[in-house]
């Protein structure tokens, strides 16, 4: 028994989607090289998907970034604020021990408060002047100077030995 078939009407959904997926409608015959308008259409459907998917990996990956960026910003802020605090702390505690030494000076080693204040001065005087020629001695490494000789095609550094 062989079944009846029905013809879609005009403007029907399965004749608007046949259409519109390059298809002729049920029961004609499609013209040649029409087969190939469906896998360009798929393919730049899915390539539309892909771009709009890696658009959204990016956007998420860039607000991530930038979330993590104010974050880190914070976090400098409290890190130069601490170390402010701390660096008051530190000479709070060196003008006390400085202050200590010279009242020992005054009292134990009898010397008149005001040579003991000048020794106290001349004292740190002379460890300011060691730390500045350390800091002198260290200047040269900000330049990166192994990474610029290698760039420039230099000789390449040496690893440093052991010290002794």
């Known amino acids: ?24 409608p049920a029961g004609e015959a499609a013209p040649p090289g029409a087969g190939t308008a469906p896998a360009a259409t798929s393919f730049t459907h ?18 991530l ?10 976090a400098l802020v409290q890190i130069v604020l601490y170390g402010v605090m701390a660096a008051v702390l530190v000479v709070t505690a060196w003008l006390a021990l400085m202050g200590g030494i010279a009242v020992w000076l005054v009292l134990n080693a009898g010397l008149h408060w005001a040579v003991a204040v000048v020794v106290i ?30 760039l420039r095609g230099g000789v390449a550094p040496q690893p440093p030995g052991p010290r002794s």
């Open 121 to 150: 001065a001349a004292s740190n005087v002379v460890v300011a002047a060691v730390l500045g020629a350390a800091m002198r001695k260290l200047v040269p490494q900000l330049g990166f100077p192994a990474t610029v000789r290698q």
């Open 46 to 63: 899915a390539l539309g998907l892909t771009w709009e998917e890696v658009r959204g990996v990016l956007q998420e990956r860039m607000r």
């Open 65 to 74: 970034f930038s979330l993590e960026a104010q974050r880190s910003g914070l």
């Open 1 to 24: 028994m062989e079944r009846p078939t029905i013809a879609p009407e005009a403007g029907s959904p399965s004749e608007v989607g046949a259409s519109s997926a390059g298809l002729p």
